[in-house]
């Protein structure tokens, strides 16, 4: 794990090193450049497989004229030396890296084919004046890329690296409007005007002047009827070669347990990988916590659990600095315990494995089950549909996504979009098209048009986890899991994203990932053995954080007045109903559930502004 930068086009070494400082926490271990005539490439590196000189990067060939720097995890690199040396290949390394320059060697542009695992890279090709910037298949390592006024191309694992060149430093209208419907920034662009990133599955070929983008994974639906215990026998076998292939590294190595069935599973799963005491890590909060949950599983396992419980203090002290780790604001609150998750981590090993997946995989959130039964909707005569959406825009508040708590109305909500999945991403909103024009002063209407549309799904239910793997998963809960590992120096894996699992999980019927409203169901019985009941038999909780008792108790009055007085919400809202917005909100009674979001949405968006454009950083 680590961190990239460069410079195609230029050969700026005082800049790389500027990126390369900046990048620091997420290789500490080691750094190095290497530059040209026509690119700089910097590298910031924590040492997992090979910790010797050899695995330094950037990393070239025996010839030198291919360098490579990447950020991750190449898992089958065993399997691949391998084969590269019956071909021929000679190796000067025991890292996994090196096998990604002698793939390129020997399958040209189809090398990304062979990868399993987990990455952000940038190639060079110098004889052929080539750069490739590629991003993993289900996008868990971000890479990020802007081109300059003078034709140069700049990237990196971070926003903040990219902005170490002198660049007009604005926001992206259209960044907001998605950040505020949808907690986070979706598709290719960032809240950044004229950064952008490598999308999941792509790849960025920069050669003889030109820029083009090659798709080279994605998902496929392709059902198979087998009987279901030898389906869910099949998927065990998977589960239990991802883990295995994950818990390579010449480093400690532990798990981040919640409580829950995923991060269970994947614990048990590393518990019989390993001979040497498997360490796990939980966090709780003073007002809600899992860590009882957590505490059933390690003593299930016998691991060496370390557990810490935070205090409203610990998160208003780091929140800034948080802010500044991710780049972008993050709605989701939950980014503030995988730091501070992270943070203890790293006091014991440098890789963690970590269940997420699990839910975007095998339908594990509540609304697969009201978007299969909303989808029925869409089996009306257009007339009817017609007419239902006529009547519900004259209804004031009707088809509210913000009624969260209202089945009624999230239903609804499906009648006023032209297709099932344009409906399903709306009730993903935490602000509609009206919320949007009541209170604001900006123009979200095409924000939807940002969305990443998966391959054609034939059951209804792959479509809903389609899109929450094309868009929620790599840009929302991917990047908390990367930016708030990598603030820490924690490198973070997760088993049940291998690719090899994904596309095991998209050939499962649905009928068996949602049972009789059974959600997980194939995954369950897939682990029952190696996961205790009680674990089992929870309902879904997420892992979260006690936004709501922040924004209405403990940070209330920092919530208030940074959202009243902030110099960037202000430019945003309206002021009037920005006023009658915060008055409801501190009226006695009114909470509805949406409430905890979107406060602490606007809260975090201030707070970023201040921090990326009014601060010295």
Known sequence: MCGICGIYGGDDKN?????????????????????????????????????????AQPMCNEDGNLWLSINGEIYNFKEL????????????????????LHSYEEYGLSFLQSLRGMYALALYDQSNKRLILARDPIGKKPLYYATTNNGELIFASEIKAILQYPLKKEINW???????????????????????????????????????????????????????????????????????????????????????????????????????????????????????????????????????????????KELRHIAWHFDEPMGDAAVIPTYFLSEMARKYVKVVLAGDG?????????????????????????????????????????????????ALCRRASYLCQPTFENAYLYTRKQMNDAEFKYYTNLNCYT????????????????????????????????????????ACSIEQRLPLLDKELINYAFSVPSNLKMHKNREKYIFKKAVADIVPKEIAARKKAGFGAPADFWV?????????QTVEDGEFINKIFDRRKLLELLQNFN??????????YFMWMLFVLELWHNVYFKETN
Not at 82 to 99: A, C, I, M, T
Not at 455 to 478: F, I, R, V
């Open 15 to 55: 800049l790389i090193l500027k990126m390369m400082a900046v990048l620091k926490h997420r290789g500490p271990d080691d750094s190095g450049y290497y530059a040209d005539t026509d690119i700089a490439m910097g590298h910031t590196r924590l040492s997992i497989n090979d910790l010797t000189k050899h695995g």
């Open 81 to 100: 030396r391998n084969s590269l040396e019956g071909r021929g290949h000679q190796f000067k390394s025991r890292s996994d890296s090196e096998v990604v």
């Open 174 to 316: 259209l960044g907001i409007c998605s950040y505020l419907a949808y907690q986070y920034s979706i598709g290719e662009y960032t809240l950044f005007k004229g950064i952008k990133k490598v999308k999941a599955g792509n790849a960025l070929i920069i050669e003889n002047g030109k820029l083009d983008t090659k798709k080279y994974w994605d998902l496929r639906e392709n059902i198979v009827y087998n009987p279901e215990d030898e389906i869910a026998k099949g998927l065990r076998s998977i589960l239990e070669t991802a883990t295995g292939l994950r818990m390579r590294a010449d480093v400690g190595i532990g798990v981040f347990v919640s409580g829950g069935i995923d991060s269970t599973a994947v614990a048990s799963l590393a518990n019989q990988c390993t001979d040497d005491v498997l360490h796990t890590f939980s966090i709780g909060f003073e007002h809600s916590s899992e860590l009882e949950h957590a505490s059933v599983v390690a003593d299930h396992l016998n691991t060496a659990h370390h557990e810490l419980l935070l205090t409203d203090r610990d998160v208003g």
């Open 552 to 560: 209405f108790e403990s940070l209330k009055d920092e919530v208030n």
């Open 587 to 596: 009226s006695e009674g009114y909470h509805p559930y949406h409430s905890r």
């Open 447 to 486: 924000v939807d048009v940002l969305a990443i549309n998966p391959p054609k799904m034939k059951e209804t239910l792959n479509k809903m986890l389609a899109l929450d793997c094309k868009n929620l998963l790599p840009e929302k809960y991917l990047m908390k899991a990367d930016k708030g590992t990598m």
């Open 358 to 406: 699990g839910d975007e995989l095998f339908a594990g959130y509540p609304q697969y089950k009201l978007g299969l039964e909303s989808s029925l909707l869409f089996r009306l005569p257009s007339p009817i549909r017609a007419l239902a959406k006529a009547l519900l825009d004259a209804t004031p508040g009707a088809g509210n996504v913000y009624s969260r708590s209202n």
